[in-house]
């Protein structure tokens, strides 16, 4: 029994807690923007000017959604 129970504390002390989820970071993949304007160049600026308005975009979708009591996303939300 000695056995068993060291076992089961090396699993528990092994194990790691979830932890928060990041709200900052890049919403936007390199390679798919880099893609999407491959005959122009693209200025380091756009980048970050991207990710604002789609995090913009994303929150006024967030908006319509709990206006009309919903907790799904759906497209017409954009």
Do not use: H, W
């Amino acid at each position: 029994m000695a056995k068993k129970a060291r076992k089961n504390t090396k699993k528990k002390a092994t194990r790691k807690k979830a932890g928060k989820k990041k709200k900052g970071g890049d919403l936007i993949i390199s390679k798919a923007r880099t893609k999407a304007a491959a005959s122009l160049n693209v200025s380091s600026d756009f980048y970050s000017a991207l990710d604002e308005k789609v995090r913009a975009c994303i929150a006024t979708a967030e908006d319509r959604a709990n206006a009309n009591k919903r907790k799904t996303l759906r497209p017409q939300d954009l």
